[in-house]
């Protein structure tokens, strides 16, 4: 690639980085069905000519705001770990939750939640989203090795995990990300004795 397709790149993303800020404003104004390309393009201040040139319409903007984000949330997840590490949950710290730094970073977007009329799919997406990362990244074991139901224990994790996290959201953040993970990994630590990461070897 070339510095002219370089800068082209960059061009692109910047202004497609714009649209979708500006449809999370509009989200917290007004409410998604509410929401026309005039407004995308007024809010973003650009023209309607410019936002055909990216997308097809704003199902089209809303569909790759949520995937974007969504695949973000997976890949922060495994940043701490490599491929086939095991790690014991009293050596958890704060480096070990990348996944809460993504969100409170990305809080923006994650806030939606909040509303009603949001993005399409956040709702369900985002607990979903999670469930997937213990299904498919994590190996557990329980405290003393006690057997039990594996697909509703990540079941039971995750969705716990998506509970409290969101409710921070809900509550504006109002516990400290470092005090948020304390008590995160002291309920981590009632019912897991380790586990082993298997996700994605990240670069």
């Known amino acids: ?35 026309s390309v005039k407004d995308i393009v ?14 097809q319409d704003k199902f089209v903007l809303a569909e790759e705001l949520l995937n974007t984000k969504l695949e973000g949330l997976r890949l922060a997840v495994g940043k701490p770990y490599s491929h086939g590490q095991k790690v014991n949950t009293n050596k958890l710290n704060f480096e070990s939750f990348q996944i809460v730094d ?13 509303y009603d009329d949001t993005l399409p799919g956040l709702h369900t997406g985002f607990p979903q989203t999670i469930l997937k990362i213990y299904e498919e990244q994590f190996i557990f074991e329980t405290i ?4 039990v139901n594996m697909e509703y224990f990540k079941y039971y994790t995750a969705y716990g995990f998506f509970g409290i996290l969101n409710n921070w ?3 504006g953040f109002r516990e400290s990300r470092d005090m948020f993970i304390k008590n995160v990994i002291d309920l981590s630590k009632t019912h897991i004795h380790s586990f082993h990461y298997v996700g994605d070897k990240l670069d």
């Open 144 to 147: 003393n090795d006690m057997p």
């Open 42 to 55: 007024d809010q973003a201040g650009y023209n309607r000519s410019t936002f055909y040139l990216h997308y």
């Open 169 to 171: 959201i809900l509550s």
């Open 102 to 114: 993504y969100v409170y970073e990305n809080r923006d977007f994650f806030e939606l939640i909040r």
């Open 1 to 35: 690639m070339n510095d002219e397709q370089i800068l082209k790149s960059q061009q692109r993303n910047r202004t497609e980085e714009h649209l979708k800020s500006a449809l999370i404003q509009l989200i917290k104004k007004k409410g998604y069905h509410a929401i």
